[in-house]
């Protein structure tokens, strides 16, 4: 928490590194403080499934007027039940007033038609993970939205500036990348394209504020900052599986670490249709890029999760407990038998270092790309996006407190040898290493 003290000096440092970090991340260096911005009276939000229904509530929790858009009226009503239904579970555990509800739930109302957004300052796309669809919601929304309206999408990884070019606005198009569940999670990635003016920054920053969000901005490529930094420990995470580990021995690792949660039981939560998409979509793109065998056969054998009582776990009716399940130990080994592949033990240490240095290793490349202002702003994006512990300050924060740059390159030599293409130091890692600097010292411009 910020402003939390505790008695041990190396947790209270990375606690205070976590709040100062998370406080600079809203910063974009290029927008002055006293930018101004279009004040929002009346947001609207397009498309009411997992993440728009909460983003709906993120803004009511703050007090802000909510119109929704849905594809038709069956899934405005399923969208308006589901916020009332989630609303309710929090007046149930005590933890909001019936009249608070009552208030919140009045204040997301329906819209029935596109010229309904045209009294909004703000207009949040959360429809499905398409940039087709997106280009066809943006084409509308420039013809319903007023002038000076914010025009946002939540999406986790397509190309901000492709969606602006739908518009002839692409001045008022950013990314407002919310995080699941939308209602709950501290981070709001604010993605700036090619286009997106100052006021539209600031602008959506400060929604942020009021909604109580850490804000992180960043630049645009594929998966922004949060995501594509996350893109290789996740895949590490397949890969060790692929070798021998097992999810439950993973998640084990990382909550002894300090997660709340495994990564494993996590993509289980958050379902598996949003990231085998991307991944399909990036091979279509890039022949090169390495699918992840074990996770695209639980896919495609109907295991996506959660919501399908089957994943990289099974799950009991109406219980989130993770359960061991043959079934997927059986895919697992078949997955590994096709690649020709002997299972082997792996050590907890190994599972640790492999997943985080991959990570580690990517984000010196987003902020040698200057999508990334400053190294912090990793840190809070960790924080507050993907659970990393507090006390453990941050992905680079933690990096540096193993040894740094030095240390951290000469393991992933050892594995590049060892191991191939996807361990090609990063170029800015190498430089920090060759400096004797460390990662709060990474910035763009060094390479
Ligand atoms: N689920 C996550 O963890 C997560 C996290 C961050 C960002 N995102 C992004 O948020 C977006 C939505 O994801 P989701 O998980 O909420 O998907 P979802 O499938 O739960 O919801 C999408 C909604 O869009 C609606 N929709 C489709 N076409 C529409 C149209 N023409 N007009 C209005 N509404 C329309 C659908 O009826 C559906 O309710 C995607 O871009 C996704 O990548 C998802």
Redesign the pocket.
Known sequence: MAGQTVKDPIVQAALDHATKVEREAAIAPDVPADTPFPEVKQAAV???????SGIAMALADAGIPVRM???DTD?LDK?LKRIAATYAVSVKRGSLAQAEMDQRVALVTGAADDAALGEADVIIE????SLD?KRQ?FARLDAAAKPGAILAS???ALDIDAIAGATKRPEAVIGA????PANVMKLLEVVRGKASSKSTIAGTVALGRRMNKVVAVCGNCDGFLANRSRGPFIAEMNILVEEGATPRQIDKVMLEFGYRMGPFATADL??HD?SYANRKRRKRADRAYRMLPIADRMVELGRRGQKTGKGWYRYAEGDRTPLDDPEAERIIAEVRTSLGIAPRQVSDDEVLRRMLYASVNEACRIIAEGVAARAGDVDAMWLNGFGFPRGRGGLLYWADQRGGPAAVLEQIRQWHAAMGARWVPAPLLVVLAEKGLSFADAKPGLV
Request: hydrophobic content about 50%; glycine content about 18%.
């Open positions: 397009i498309g009411g499934g997992v993440m728009g858009r849905e594809a899934a969208a959360a429809v499905f993970e669809l919601i939540n999406t986790s990348h919310f995080f699941s958050a379902g949003n």
